[in-house]
Each structure stands twice: as structure tokens, then as C-alpha cells.
């Protein structure tokens, strides 16, 4: 509604905050098509790279205080901005060398009078210099790193014709599904699909109105929206993430790699906002050390850093994982095969380009 209100109103420039956090991938990609053709200004707030690099030919970021300003899409900005360090690593370094011979001179020849007014000189040039910062990499937050502790049978989980729904059918799949252990499954859809509906299924959380949901009993399956909703908003961060577990310093590592600082770790979930909590969750999922991972849109309210910590331990983990997310760009780089519910029927692709065609993206 509130798109639709600015497309009928004739304003000078936009100012869009998360625009796509709660849209469907037909919607984002309409909206994209609508900021490339709109001729006034635009400033996008967005963690969505790939609505960035479509609709953006400048990024503003916010470090360290500063606003720094690169020119092209998001993807020019991460070349720019690592060349931005080397630069500036560089320029850092030789000056520090500067300064270590300076203040060695400075130290060797001080209290000799024939050299007092050289020494005095190299005082003054120390103090008149203009300090170049040591840039910061986050080259040493640790990835998260998520393996499973067991070989995985071929088959996790069958499918056999089943509809999802509550009192009448959402979702039908009129034949049977197997999900094998090399699989990464990406779920798409509009808003109201059924995707969330489909997920509670395969979970068990409902019982499926036809057909049969069979899973391996002997696999551990960590559901994100689940955890979500369990955490205990009277507990702090590290007594809940610490129930059933010791792992301390795995607990810091995956919190670390999350950009979650120590000093929220005493904190109560109730007092974090809810980008911190979906954090919090996402770590607690993690701790079970599952065999297949479920997820319903868990980069909603992750900062980009946030996001690009899950992409890569998805990306590199040796289980399962079906997500359901409007995020391209997260799912085209985790993802092997592409599920699209659509007008009540599952349709599956195996490239996300095609996946993106058959919706309009």
C-alpha cells in the first residue's frame, strides 16, 4: 500500500527504509523495475544486495562514524572498498616505519649538543604530522563454521502426494518428493503462497491434510522460526544459549562471527532488539548441531555482515538445509534446487534463473 502510495504522488525523492524485508520476490522485482525507471532521487536503507546492485549507482556507508562514499552498485563498492584498504594499509605502514626512524634518531642523538637542534627539528615534524589510521578489516571475526557430526543416510525426508493446509488445502503436491542428503532446497513465493504453511508440515507442527510427510528419525532437524518463538525473554543471552550446552567458547565464536557484542551477552532476550534476537535464535538453532536445517526467512532482520556469516556457513555446510526466503542473492549462492509454490502447486527448478523467469524476475 505504501509503495502503491508513492508511485500516484508526485514527490521530488524517494526514501525507502528495508523496502523489500516483507515483500514477496514479485514485488521486490517490480519495485526494482519501478526505482530504474523513476527519474528523481532515491536513498535506499537496504540489506538486499541484489535489489542494491539493480537500483543503486551509489553507496553511502556508515563506518566508523564517518560516511564514506563510493560510486557504482554493491558489487562496486566491495572492490572499491578492499582496494580503499590496501591503499590505505599501505600508506599506514610506510609511515610507521617513518615514525620508528624518526623517534630512533630522536632517542640516539638527544642529549648530544651537536645534534640538539636536528633532534629538536624531528620533534617538531613528529608533532606536526598528520596521523594516518590503521584501517580496520573484519577479515578477523571467525566464520561460522557448522558440520555434521554423523554420515547422513541417502534419504532424510519423502514426500508422498501430500496437501498442506488447515481446514482447506493450501499447498498440493500431486506426486511424491524425496529429499536426498546432497540437497539445499530454496522455497519462493508471493506473500500468502503457502510457503510457511508447507514448512509446518515437513515439521510435523501439522498434520498434513492428504498424503504423508516420512522423515529419518534418526536426524536432528533445527527449525530457526521455532527457536524464535521459544526463546525466554526473562533470560539473558548466555543462559540461554548455555542450556544443554558447555561449549563456551563455540557459543563466543558463532556470537562473534554474528557481530553480537560480550557486552550484550548478560543481557535479558526481552531488552534486544529484534534483529539481536533473531541472532540469538539463529545461534541456539545452530548449537544443536543439526542434520537439516529448516529455515523461514532468517536474513529478515540481519545487517549485510550478519547475512554474508549465514550464506557462507550454509553454503559450506555438510547437511541439509531448506529455506524459505525472498532473498535472491541468499539463495542462489546456498541453494541447489529451487521449490516455487505457486497458485496452490509445487513446482521445482534446479537454476534460480529459471526460477526467477517463471515468476516475472
Known amino acids: 500500500v505504501q509503495i502503491a502510495k508513492f508511485i500516484i504522488q508526485e514527490v ?3 526514501i525507502l527504509d528495508e523496502p523489500t524485508n516483507h515483500l514477496d520476490i514479485e514485488w521486490i522485482v517490480f519495485l526494482e523495475h519501478f526505482c530504474r525507471l523513476w527519474k528523481k532521487a532515491i536513498i535506499s536503507i537496504s540489506h538486499d544486495v541484489t535489489f542494491i546492485n539493480n537500483t543503486c549507482q551509489k553507496i553511502v556507508e556508515i ?12 558489487d562496486a563498492y566491495v572492490i572499491e572498498k578492499q582496494k580503499r584498504y590496501e591503499t590505505q594499509l599501505k600508506h599506514y605502514e610506510v609511515q610507521e616505519r617513518e615514525i620508528e626512524k624518526q623517534e630512533a634518531y630522536i632517542n640516539r642523538f638527544r642529549y648530544k649538543a651537536s645534534t640538539a637542534a636536528s ?14 589510521p590503521e584501517p580496520k578489516s573484519e577479515a578477523h571475526v ?4 557448522l558440520k555434521t557430526v554423523s554420515h547422513l543416510p541417502e ?6 502426494q501430500v496437501t498442506a ?15 536426498t542428503k546432497r540437497d539445499k532446497i530454496g522455497i519462493i513465493g508471493r506473500n500468502g503462497a503457502g510457503k510457511t504453511t508447507f514448512l509446518k508440515t515437513i515439521l510435523w507442527e501439522i498434520k498434513p491434510l492428504s498424503g504423508e510427510v516420512i522423515k529419518n528419525q534418526s536426524l536432528t532437524i533445527g527449525s530457526y522460526s521455532q527457536v524464535l518463538a521459544d526463546l525466554d525473554r526473562e533470560s539473558t543471552v548466555m543462559d540461554e544459549l548455555t542450556k544443554g550446552h558447555d561449549k563456551y567458547q563455540e557459543i563466543r565464536t558463532m556470537l562473534g562471527g554474528l557481530l553480537i557484542q560480550n557486552e550484550k551477552w548478560h543481557q535479558t532476550i526481552g531488552t534486544l532488539s529484534g534483529w539481536e534476537r533473531a541472532k540469538v535464535a539463529l545461534t541456539k538453532m545452530l548449537l544443536s548441531r543439526p542434520h537439516v536445517i529448516i529455515m523461514d526467512e532468517p536474513t529478515n532482520h540481519l545487517d549485510l555482515h550478519s547475512k ?30 529451487f521449490w516455487l ?3 496452490g502447486q509445487l513446482r521445482m527448478f534446479h537454476e534460480a534463473e529459471a526460477a526467477w523467469k517463471f515468476i516475472g524476475g
Open 12 to 14: 521530488d525523492i524517494l
Open 63 to 74: 563506518s566508523e562514524k564517518k560516511l564514506n562514499i563510493y560510486t557504482g552498485n554493491y
Open 119 to 132: 633532534v629538536q627539528s624531528r620533534i617538531k615534524m613528529l608533532e606536526r604530522m598528520e596521523k594516518i
Open 142 to 145: 571467525k566464520p561460522i563454521v
Open 155 to 160: 534419504k532424510i525426508m519423502e514426500l508422498k
Open 165 to 179: 493446509g488447515y481446514d482447506s488445502p493450501i499447498v498440493s503436491i500431486p506426486y511424491d518428493v524425496i529429499v
Open 308 to 337: 554474508e556469516a549465514i550464506q557462507t556457513m550454509l553454503k559450506n555446510f555438510n547437511g541439509v538445509s531448506i529455506i524459505v526466503s525472498h532473498d535472491r542473492d541468499l539463495l542462489a549462492k546456498t541453494s541447489t534446487a
Open 341 to 343: 509454490i505457486q497458485d
